[in-house]
């Protein structure tokens, strides 16, 4: 009786959370149309349209309140230190735990675009990376992407995101690059967090794909390259690196060990559509 009670709870569940409450938000100086369900509070969650500070992400659901207070707004930027800048792309470091509410309010918002995500509140044990487009208003987020402090399984990313106004801008590859980037710092090869959605398999198999085959054509057709060494040098962990060789024919199983087959040729005509 128990199971059929839970199972009525999560189908219930399932129904409510199918649902869109929000049907657009205005953030900055874009209205964007929301994808999914996301849990904002009430009376936040009846509302057609939010209201949202691009700078601290405080959601209002009343156009007068929202701007006086974009007018008055003491934030020009994420909150955070900032650990990246090039041109006018700057990433903010965030944790969880210093940075709650802002955090709480990045997942909420992000919801509304991501089908798959449970993270809404227990933001303490992640770091949070956001990525700003900066100009002389401020820096504008476009996206981010959450890890783990501590996983066990050296995933080096939980969620990530790119808003739909500032998609097929590059930012999905800037934000993987980025995460392994952190890994390469901190020496352990880590691995996106599983499920990936369709898009991420996609995401992700194109940015292996070009990490390793521009690796290999630096090498000048060195022979014996190790799985183990390519995966210190690039961040990536093996099982990522056998899946997308293969997925390339590059990998023959030899004497109990995989052996990575770079075809030159193959090699070249990659490079030239580069």
């Given at each position: ?66 701007l006086k207070h974009c007018s008055q707004c003491k934030h020009h930027s994420p909150p955070g230190q ?117 898009l991420g398999k996609i995401s992700y198999r194109s940015y292996w794909t070009h990490v390793l085959l ?61």
């Amino acid at each position: 009786h128990g199971n059929a009670d839970l199972a009525e709870l999560e189908a219930e569940h399932h129904e409510i959370t199918k649902v869109k409450n929000i049907s657009k938000i205005i953030m900055g100086k874009y209205e964007v149309e929301a994808w999914y369900y996301s849990p904002f509070p009430p009376p936040y969650n009846q509302s057609e349209t939010l209201y949202i500070c691009e700078y601290c992400l405080k959601y209002m659901k009343n156009p007068q309140f929202f701007l006086k207070h974009c007018s008055q707004c003491k934030h020009h930027s994420p909150p955070g230190q900032e650990i990246y800048r090039e041109g006018n792309l700057s990433v903010y470091e965030l944790d969880g735990k210093d940075h709650r509410v802002y955090c709480q309010n990045l997942c909420l918002l992000a919801k509304l675009f991501l089908d798959h995500k449970t993270l809404y509140y227990d933001v303490d044990p992640f770091h949070f990376y956001v990525i700003t487009e900066v100009d002389d208003e401020g820096a504008h987020i476009v996206g981010y992407f959450s890890k783990e402090k501590v996983s066990a399984e050296e995933y080096n990313l939980a969620c990530i995101l790119t808003f739909p106004q500032f998609q097929k801008c590059g930012y999905g590859k800037f934000i993987i690059s980025l995460s392994y980037e952190l890994s390469k710092r901190e020496g352990k090869p880590g691995s996106p967090e599983k499920p990936l959605s369709d898009l991420g398999k996609i995401s992700y198999r194109s940015y292996w794909t070009h990490v390793l085959l521009t690796l290999f054509a630096g090498q000048s057709g060195e022979e014996n390259v190790q799985i183990k060494d390519i995966s210190l040098l690039t961040g990536i962990k093996t099982e990522d690196i056998i899946s997308t060789l293969q997925s390339l024919n590059m990998i023959r199983f030899w004497k109990g060990q995989h052996v990575v087959f770079v075809m030159q040729d193959f090699l070249d005509q990659y490079m030239k559509q580069k």
